[in-house]
């Protein structure tokens, strides 16, 4: 078994760094090696966030090499974008949330938030496969507007791109998000699976 | 935050936080006493050790800095007990005085020293290598390349420093200590070291420095562990070497360094051909694996995290042993350079370079790339929504707009609010004089003139009062831990020397930046007991500030009005405590308690486009420029308020429904000053 990389990206507050630590967790649980490498900035809420994971059966460091994943799952647009550009290897797969959270730099320094046709196109030209979805809106089916992540997961794992069963990623996210949202999360990671059949 | 740090499951695979396996390492050697204060990439190993010790029964402390921690950590391993200190790398730079000294008169108890390094400066102010401070007080550094190993050593640096009877520093570094690996767990330690006191163990005056026979003499028992040092070192299983016969080539790794370098080996195909060597005991490195590996081979790759720290030893020894070789790395052949963080990629192209392999790199994506970066803006770093911060500094614009002068100086210090220094990185800015006089603050972001490290605010905003500055109002400011950590006696000497300073205290109870870990302001310790709050405001008080008022920075004219009265004063240091909890904290309650908050919403007929609430710097305020209108997220709001105010028009208004959470327009703020 090779090495996948992995990278789970989204903007602070989002659950990103929780997502890929449910996925680590549950390759660990199927008995194979993982590393997460969380980059985030010094800020509680809105930093971009990027959590590397690395999964293989003799897996050391845990950063992913540029033009090294093999997906990349981006829980708002503009962060999708930057790290499938820097992360994905081409022909890789993407899963790219339609949320837009400007940054302050749109705001403040007038520059253009990247249209979404255009990251669209972009995304496409690099990756083999490539969804853009509103993983909020699925949340929210699920019955929790913060289970993006997990329906992000369901998404990954649907895609065939997680190297282990379903039973241990459903144990890893029992055992990892907070008490009392189990079934909520659950639901969540069978939307996402759903979504893209 | 589970049960498998304090988990009694020797065998078991579990996957860990490096901080956590830190932690874990220290409850299986038995730990007894522990002591920190909160430092990104570090803070994660009290949390962890603070949960374990309410289930295990042993003592833990947020402590009020890191001096304080580690000399409460000494204070118990000189009794006998194991005992440890952690905080980030910044923070050691605070315990440097005492290391330096208790080198000379030892511990008796296991004391361990866990440092979070932070190259590539994520979250801290530098990059620097504190191994050159385990070295510089000749002490032993062991260095984890991999989150298993983090745990294995803090627990054996536990014996090493009861073998040696000195201190023994971890370090560890933000790919270690923030990043998540597999950790098999080990036994517990239950026996715990008989606590006791011997003041004349084993040499005489043994606890006090200029006791007979004076610190010259301890200084000399210091080099006497160092034989013992070395023999640990050379013996120690964290130092691995392997002589591939015929290669030559080999590669040496130094804690995380060794984990990129066996991996990029790999990639390559390169790990049976070339010669290796893995350091985890870094100081004193082991000579004797050294000397071989560096006879081995004509050229010699070094893979540290840092500075050329083992590099520089190979040096040193080579002139003797191999004279010849070429040593490769941070140095003189430089093939990486000795600053930002390590990666494969770096590892791989020096590698590639000492070996002269040439790295194939085809990318069928190379144009879509380039398209895609053009498209891509920078996301700056920026306070959370509803961040009472935003509104002090708005008050204090305002306040200093009202006020004159040409250009003030603000001085900031370290917490959530530093991130008034961080600038807009979308926004290029030409080294400029004329820039600074214009001085147009348009968002938080560009608040802050000064920044460096804990403490350092109001000391600097001294130093420019002395020094005759009067070309505008000089202000400093700080969270509230800060004021405890480092800020307290800089107040006292703005008292005693009678400078005409502003100071403002960013109170919000907790230690938010680095994940809201209690302080004294907060009324709870580490493992939860609750304690009456320190009372800043009695505390600045008997300072002998003759200037003190409490605002609540919600209330932005208020806040205003404060400040603009605490600019004139000319009687010694100003000081106004803008104090409000944190309102992550506290829309975390309403969630757990199901209370929607009752949110803003920008009635775009009203809306002229003004931006002003755009310039608040709140992440939920949005502003469509097709539109040219504001726009509130609603996901992000949490009904603080603050934009409402600041909009001239009255265009942003509540939602119908839902809980009060921030200020309710036009009802006059409840203030207390706390004890008066």
Same mark, same amino acid.
């Given at each position: 078994?090779?090495?996948?990389?992995?990278?789970?990206?989204?903007?602070?507050?989002?659950?990103?760094?929780?997502?890929?630590?449910?996925?680590?967790?549950?390759?660990?649980?199927?008995?194979?090696?993982?590393?997460?490498?969380?980059?985030?900035?010094?800020?509680?809420?809105?930093?971009?966030?990027?959590?590397?994971?690395?999964?293989?059966?003799?897996?050391?460091?845990?950063?992913?090499?540029?033009?090294?994943?093999?997906?990349?799952?981006?829980?708002?647009?503009?962060?999708?974008?930057?790290?499938?550009?820097?992360?994905?290897?081409?022909?890789?797969?993407?899963?790219?949330?339609?949320?837009?959270?400007?940054?302050?730099?749109?705001?403040?320094?007038?520059?253009?938030?990247?249209?979404?046709?255009?990251?669209?196109?972009?995304?496409?030209?690099?990756?083999?496969?490539?969804?853009?979805?509103?993983?909020?809106?699925?949340?929210?089916?699920?019955?929790?507007?913060?289970?993006?992540?997990?329906?992000?997961?369901?998404?990954?794992?649907?895609?065939?791109?997680?190297?282990?069963?379903?039973?241990?990623?459903?144990?890893?996210?029992?055992?990892?998000?907070?008490?009392?949202?189990?079934?909520?999360?659950?639901?969540?990671?069978?939307?996402?699976?759903?979504?893209?059949? | 935050?589970?049960?498998?740090?304090?988990?009694?499951?020797?065998?078991?695979?579990?996957?860990?936080?490096?901080?956590?396996?830190?932690?874990?390492?220290?409850?299986?050697?038995?730990?007894?006493?522990?002591?920190?204060?909160?430092?990104?990439?570090?803070?994660?190993?009290?949390?962890?050790?603070?949960?374990?010790?309410?289930?295990?029964?042993?003592?833990?402390?947020?402590?009020?800095?890191?001096?304080?921690?580690?000399?409460?950590?000494?204070?118990?391993?000189?009794?006998?007990?194991?005992?440890?200190?952690?905080?980030?790398?910044?923070?050691?730079?605070?315990?440097?005085?005492?290391?330096?000294?208790?080198?000379?008169?030892?511990?008796?108890?296991?004391?361990?020293?866990?440092?979070?390094?932070?190259?590539?400066?994520?979250?801290?102010?530098?990059?620097?290598?504190?191994?050159?401070?385990?070295?510089?007080?000749?002490?032993?550094?062991?260095?984890?390349?991999?989150?298993?190993?983090?745990?294995?050593?803090?627990?054996?640096?536990?014996?090493?420093?009861?073998?040696?009877?000195?201190?023994?520093?971890?370090?560890?570094?933000?790919?270690?200590?923030?990043?998540?690996?597999?950790?098999?767990?080990?036994?517990?330690?239950?026996?715990?070291?008989?606590?006791?006191?011997?003041?004349?163990?084993?040499?005489?005056?043994?606890?006090?420095?200029?006791?007979?026979?004076?610190?010259?003499?301890?200084?000399?028992?210091?080099?006497?562990?160092?034989?013992?040092?070395?023999?640990?070192?050379?013996? #120690?299983?964290?130092?691995?070497?392997?002589?591939?016969?015929?290669?030559?080539?080999?590669?040496?790794? #130094?804690?995380?360094?060794?984990?990129?370098?066996?991996?990029?080996?790999?990639?390559?195909?390169?790990?049976?051909?070339?010669?290796?060597?893995?350091?985890?005991?870094?100081?004193?490195?082991?000579?004797?694996?050294?000397?071989?590996?560096?006879?081995?081979?004509?050229?010699?790759?070094?893979?540290?995290?840092?500075?050329?720290?083992?590099?520089?030893?190979?040096?040193?020894?080579?002139?003797?042993?191999?004279?010849?070789?070429?040593?490769?790395?941070?140095?003189?052949?430089?093939?990486?350079?000795?600053?930002?963080?390590?990666?494969?990629?770096?590892?791989?192209?020096?590698?590639?370079?000492?070996?002269?392999?040439?790295?194939?790199?085809?990318?069928?994506?190379?144009?879509?790339?380039?398209?895609?970066?053009?498209?891509?803006?920078?996301?700056?770093?920026?306070?959370?929504?509803?961040?009472?911060?935003?509104?002090?500094?708005?008050?204090?614009?305002?306040?200093?707009?009202?006020?004159?002068?040409?250009?003030?100086?603000?001085?900031?210090?370290?917490?959530?609010?530093?991130?008034?220094?961080?600038?807009?990185?979308?926004?290029?800015?030409?080294?400029?004089?004329?820039?600074?006089?214009?001085?147009?603050?348009?968002?938080?972001?560009?608040?802050?003139?000064?920044?460096?490290?804990?403490?350092?605010?109001?000391?600097?905003?001294?130093?420019?009062?002395?020094?005759?500055?009067?070309?505008?109002?000089?202000?400093?400011?700080?969270?509230?831990?800060?004021?405890?950590?480092?800020?307290?006696?800089?107040?006292?000497?703005?008292?005693?020397?009678?400078?005409?300073?502003?100071?403002?205290?960013?109170?919000?109870?907790?230690?938010?930046?680095?994940?809201?870990?209690?302080?004294?302001?907060?009324?709870?310790?580490?493992?939860?007991?609750?304690?009456?709050?320190?009372?800043?405001?009695?505390?600045?008080?008997?300072?002998?500030?003759?200037?003190?008022?409490?605002?609540?920075?919600?209330?932005?004219?208020?806040?205003?009005?404060?400040?603009?009265?605490?600019?004139?004063?000319?009687?010694?240091?100003?000081?106004?405590?803008?104090?409000?909890?944190?309102?992550?904290?506290?829309?975390?309650?309403?969630?757990?308690?199901?209370?929607?908050?009752?949110?803003?919403?920008?009635?775009?007929?009203?809306?002229?486009?003004?931006?002003?609430?755009?310039?608040?710097?709140?992440?939920?305020?949005?502003?469509?420029?097709?539109?040219?209108?504001?726009?509130?997220?609603?996901?992000?709001?949490?009904?603080?308020?603050?934009?409402?105010?600041?909009?001239?028009?009255?265009?942003?208004?509540?939602?119908?429904?839902?809980?009060?959470?921030?200020?309710?327009?036009?009802?006059?703020?409840?203030?207390?000053?706390?004890?008066?």
């Amino acid at each position: 078994m090779e090495t996948v990389n992995l990278i789970v990206a989204g903007v602070g507050g989002q659950g990103s760094v929780l997502g890929a630590h449910i996925i680590a967790d549950a390759a660990v649980r199927a008995g194979l090696n993982a590393r997460v490498g969380d980059t985030y900035g010094a800020a509680q809420r809105g930093g971009k966030v990027a959590s590397h994971v690395r999964i293989g059966p003799d897996v050391e460091s845990p950063l992913v090499p540029e033009k090294g994943a093999v997906a990349v799952l981006g829980l708002e647009l503009l962060e999708g974008l930057r790290n499938v550009v820097k992360y994905l290897k081409a022909g890789g797969i993407a899963v790219i949330s339609t949320y837009e959270f400007p940054p302050i730099d749109a705001s403040l320094a007038d520059l253009q938030y990247p249209k979404r046709e255009e990251v669209e196109e972009v995304v496409r030209a690099i990756a083999s496969k490539a969804f853009f979805l509103d993983l909020i809106q699925m949340a929210k089916e699920a019955g929790n507007v913060r289970t993006a992540n997990v329906v992000g997961i369901g998404t990954l794992y649907g895609l065939g791109v997680l190297p282990f069963d379903l039973e241990y990623l459903e144990e890893a996210i029992k055992e990892n998000v907070p008490r009392g949202t189990e079934e909520v999360n659950l639901r969540a990671l069978r939307i996402g699976m759903e979504a893209v059949r | 935050m589970m049960v498998r740090i304090w988990e009694d499951a020797p065998g078991k695979r579990v996957f860990m936080l490096g901080n956590e396996a830190i932690a874990r390492g220290a409850v299986e050697a038995g730990v007894q006493v522990a002591a920190s204060y909160p430092g990104t990439p570090a803070s994660e190993i009290m949390e962890n050790l603070a949960e374990a010790a309410k289930h295990l029964g042993f003592y833990a402390q947020w402590s009020i800095n890191e001096t304080v921690a580690f000399n409460v950590a000494v204070g118990a391993a000189i009794t006998g007990a194991r005992a440890m200190a952690s905080m980030k790398n910044a923070g050691l730079n605070w315990i440097m005085d005492m290391l330096m000294t208790v080198d000379y008169t030892g511990v008796r108890g296991g004391l361990v020293l866990a440092v979070g390094d932070d190259p590539d400066a994520h979250y801290s102010s530098n990059e620097q290598d504190t191994r050159i401070a385990g070295e510089y007080a000749l002490i032993p550094v062991l260095e984890p390349s991999t989150v298993h190993e983090a745990k294995e050593m803090t627990k054996k640096a536990f014996e090493i420093s009861e073998a040696v009877e000195l201190p023994v520093q971890v370090r560890s570094c933000t790919r270690i200590s923030h990043a998540s690996g597999d950790v098999v767990l080990g036994e517990i330690r239950r026996e715990r070291n008989p606590v006791g006191f011997n003041k004349h163990y084993k040499l005489p005056y043994r606890w006090d420095v200029y006791g007979p026979p004076g610190p010259v003499e301890k200084h000399k028992w210091l080099f006497s562990t160092l034989p013992k040092q070395k023999e640990l070192s050379e013996e #120690s299983e964290f130092n691995w070497l392997d002589i591939v016969d015929g290669s030559d080539i080999a590669v040496v790794g #130094s804690g995380i360094g060794w984990a990129y370098a066996k991996d990029a080996l790999k990639e390559m195909g390169l790990w049976d051909r070339v010669s290796k060597l893995k350091v985890g005991f870094v100081h004193p490195a082991p000579e004797g694996k050294l000397e071989r590996i560096l006879r081995s081979s004509s050229k010699v790759l070094f893979v540290e995290e840092g500075l050329p720290f083992v590099e520089r030893k190979a040096y040193e020894l080579a002139k003797d042993v191999a004279p010849d070789v070429e040593i490769y790395g941070k140095l003189r052949n430089q093939v990486i350079e000795p600053w930002g963080e390590l990666n494969l990629e770096r590892v791989s192209a020096a590698i590639s370079r000492v070996a002269g392999i040439e790295i194939k790199a085809e990318d069928p994506a190379a144009e879509a790339r380039k398209k895609g970066e053009r498209l891509i803006i920078p996301r700056s770093s920026m306070l959370c929504p509803g961040c009472q911060h935003l509104g002090t500094y708005w008050a204090l614009k305002t306040a200093l707009a009202r006020f004159g002068g040409k250009v003030p100086i603000i001085n900031g210090d370290i917490g959530c609010y530093e991130q008034g220094g961080y600038g807009v990185s979308g926004r290029k800015i030409e080294p400029n004089e004329e820039l600074t006089k214009k001085y147009v603050a348009l968002a938080p972001y560009e608040m802050l003139d000064t920044l460096h490290i804990m403490g350092s605010g109001i000391g600097l905003a001294q130093g420019e009062y002395h020094a005759g500055y009067r070309e505008g109002k000089i202000v400093a400011v700080s969270g509230d831990s800060t004021f405890f950590h480092a800020v307290m006696p800089s107040l006292l000497n703005a008292v005693y020397n009678k400078a005409n300073i502003l100071y403002i205290i960013m109170d919000n109870d907790w230690v938010a930046m680095t994940g809201h870990q209690p302080s004294p302001s907060t009324g709870l310790t580490a493992t939860g007991q609750v304690y009456t709050k320190a009372n800043i405001y009695k505390v600045v008080k008997s300072l002998g500030v003759k200037f003190v008022e409490v605002v609540d920075p919600y209330d932005i004219k208020g806040t205003t009005e404060v400040l603009q009265r605490a600019l004139q004063w000319e009687d010694g240091p100003a000081v106004v405590i803008a104090k409000r909890e944190c309102a992550l904290q506290v829309f975390r309650r309403y969630r757990k308690e199901r209370k929607p908050v009752k949110t803003y919403r920008v009635v775009e007929d009203k809306c002229i486009g003004c931006k002003l609430c755009v310039y608040l710097g709140c992440p939920a305020v949005w502003w469509k420029p097709e539109k040219k209108k504001a726009v509130i997220d609603p996901i992000q709001c949490v009904g603080c308020s603050m934009c409402a105010q600041v909009c001239p028009v009255n265009a942003i208004v509540p939602e119908e429904e839902g809980y009060v959470f921030g200020l309710p327009i036009g009802e006059p703020p409840k203030l207390l000053k706390e004890g008066e």
